[in-house]
């Protein structure tokens, strides 16, 4: 059970929800990998336009390395014993008409944090990361122009915080957030 408190009464999959880096090395089924992205599935969007795409690999397959090599080298200190990496990327216009869609990267985020919710209700860890070369994933991983590249997470099984970095080790806690006043504003911003 994980030790944070909320303001106002929420769901507990919300509060205990966090991004650990341990991870055990040990595989993931394609039925709980497939559970995630069916989650993913789920997730609101404008239009119901759903621009996510999530393009995978599972640790020990040749995509790996491909994956794995985009990371900046702190991620991959600990993504090493992580069992799926993913990019996320989202398209950038409507399919109805092709016109651009604002709402992308809102929309890609949502089907994100459903991942991220559904990774934790199954007990498992879902950590999402910028740290990675944008350019290179568009590249390497032939993403059409027409969509953004928005980020890369980790999925696993939960691992020993010894197994991490000692400078990581001390970081391997859920933290806490800002309090609702610092980000919520009535009328106008304040």
């Not at 950038?92 to 604002?102: C, D, G, L």
């Amino acid at each position: 059970m994980i030790n944070r408190k909320a303001q106002y009464p929420i769901a507990d999959i919300i509060l205990n929800r966090y991004s650990p880096r341990a991870m055990s090395g040990e595989p993931i089924t394609d039925e709980q990998l497939n559970t995630l992205f069916e989650a993913a599935r789920w997730a609101p969007s404008s239009y119901n336009n759903q621009p996510w795409k999530f393009i995978y690999a599972k640790r020990d397959t040749p995509s790996w390395h491909v994956l794995y090599n985009l990371l900046v080298p702190f991620n991959q200190e600990w993504t090493k014993n992580a069992a799926v990496l993913i990019v996320i990327i989202s398209h950038n216009n409507f399919i109805y008409n092709n016109k651009p869609s604002r709402t992308h990267s809102f929309d890609t985020g949502a089907a994100w944090e459903n991942l991220a919710l559904q990774a934790t209700y199954d007990g498992l860890i879902a950590h999402g990361m910028e740290g990675f070369d944008y350019e290179r994933a568009r590249i390497e991983l032939k993403v059409p122009s027409d969509y953004t590249v928005e980020a890369m997470c980790a999925i696993g099984r939960k691992g020993n915080i010894q197994d991490l970095p000692e400078k990581m080790q001390k970081e391997e806690a859920p933290s806490d957030r800002k309090p609702i006043t610092t980000f919520v504003c009535e009328g106008t911003y304040k």
